[in-house]
């Protein structure tokens, strides 16, 4: 079966940095997605990856490596806006995506 | 980026009864979706159509029917709710950008009584 691992909650504090991991098992790979949903809201979307590496954008980065089926969406900076879920999905062979059910993360002051 | 509206934005309907949810968007993409999440889930497809009156079921249609017969509008219809459809409901085209990412509307609650 296709499965997304992602932890359930993490909680970091403003100004810190903190890394939300996501382990893969797939039929196939098309590229990664991470998405931002904050609460109540719609998801929106963060970053791509569909080769190996680090993909920066100011202050979030994603990390992909395919052949261990890991990425990770490293937040820096934090501020108390990045209090959300960040949901992680797979675009399989046949080109649909895989969810994951999202980490919930809680920013302190 | 997209214009997506859903409406209604939220409902309360009894069980047994029809449920019609509209997605409308003003860009004319090509491939729309309707999904569901759920607590301790990830977002799943219901169904997603590729063109007018080209629709195709995702991993949880059962209880589900699309329509699609306008480029803008894509229609989520429950013939006959269960409590067990109590959910929010998400619309989403996928962008022309090289990732194909996804846009969603802003979401429709569902409550099933």
């Known amino acids: 079966g296709q499965n997304i691992d992602q932890p359930t909650e993490m909680t970091a504090t403003e100004g810190a940095i903190v890394q939300i991991n996501c382990t893969y098992q797939?039929?196939?790979?098309?590229?990664l997605f991470w998405y931002q949903q904050h609460a109540g809201e719609a998801p929106t979307f963060l970053s791509y990856n569909v080769l190996d590496g680090l993909e920066e954008k100011g202050r979030f980065s994603s990390f992909l490596s395919r052949s261990k089926g890991y990425s990770y969406l490293l937040l820096k900076e934090l501020q108390m806006k990045d209090s959300a879920s960040y949901l992680c999905a797979v675009k399989d062979s046949n080109y649909q995506l895989i969810w994951g059910a999202g980490t919930k993360l809680i920013i302190k002051p | 980026d997209a214009g997506i509206t859903q409406s209604p934005r939220h409902k309360v309907t009894e069980t047994g009864t029809p449920v019609t949810l509209r997605c409308h968007q003003t860009e004319n993409h090509r491939y729309m979706y309707w999904y569901r999440q759920d607590p301790g889930h990830g977002l799943r497809l219901i169904h997603y159509s590729y063109g007018v009156k080209d629709t195709d079921k995702g991993e949880v249609s059962d209880g589900y029917s699309v329509s699609r017969s306008k480029t803008e509008d894509f229609l989520l219809t429950l013939e006959s709710a269960t409590s067990s459809q109590t959910s929010v409901y998400f619309c989403a085209i996928r962008t022309d950008r090289e990732a194909g990412e996804l846009f969603f509307g802003e979401g429709s609650r569902l409550t099933v009584l």
């Open positions: 797939t039929s196939g790979f098309n590229g």
